[in-house]
């Protein structure tokens, strides 16, 4: 059975994002509306460069400089952030809306150890104090399924496998309790076993913190199967 969802956390309307690279900026994006319901999992598709990736960076403000914004409107919670400034933005990814960004496999610092940097994002969001964070880090590597959260925290990411890193960017995205959860082809560079598990795990996430998650993905066969809702962009943005 699958349930309604009724209250839109996030609305996009009639977004443009536009390069202004040129002289004269132009849109690359243009007329993306949809809605992402508290709690659901909504799956954005749609073919390579039609602009998925860059509608996520503008939902968290993390268009590159060059792009920018040139119509529409986004709704957090029905305010319009794209109204806010820097500090404000900072906050919403910080608590609200969290990007797994695409390519993320090698978003872990190869010096530090697991333990230092999920301490460090953990932290970003209120001090912990030393011992209830251990005991913290520790649910949240078994909420990503490690039996064995020693062993993980200890590790330099070299240590771990491309589906173990996806696990642990997940824990450190989880470990800020986010609303949303932006994932940008999370499973493009696992294999089949391991795809299905983020996948999984995306799942339970999705129940176990009432989370809605956006997942941007080509996987059609495991879109369908985990999906509340499936929404397709057609080259040039507009949701079809
Ligand atoms: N920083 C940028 N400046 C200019 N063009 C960009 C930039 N990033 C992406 N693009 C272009 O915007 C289009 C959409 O890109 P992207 O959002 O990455 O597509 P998708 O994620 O759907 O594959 C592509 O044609 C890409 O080349
Ligand atoms: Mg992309």
Known sequence: MRTTFINPILSVEQLEISSHVMEKPSPI????T???YSGEMLALTGPSGCG???TAQAVVG??????KVTYGNIYYKSENILDYDVKSWQMLRRSDIALLIQHSLNGLNPIRTVKKQMVETMNQNKKWPRKEGNIYLHSILHQVGFSDPDDILSAYPFELSGGMRQRVLLAMMISLKPKILIADEPTT???V???EKVLTL???LQYKFEMAILLISHDYENINKYADRVIKMDQGGSII
Do not use: P, T, Y
């Open 29 to 32: 994006v243009k007329d993306v």
């Open 34 to 36: 949809f809605q992402l």
């Open 52 to 54: 998925k990736s860059l």
């Open 62 to 67: 993390l268009l590159e400089r060059e792009c």
């Open 189 to 191: 560079a696992l294999d």
């Open 193 to 195: 076993i391991n795809r």
């Open 202 to 204: 995306l799942k339970e």
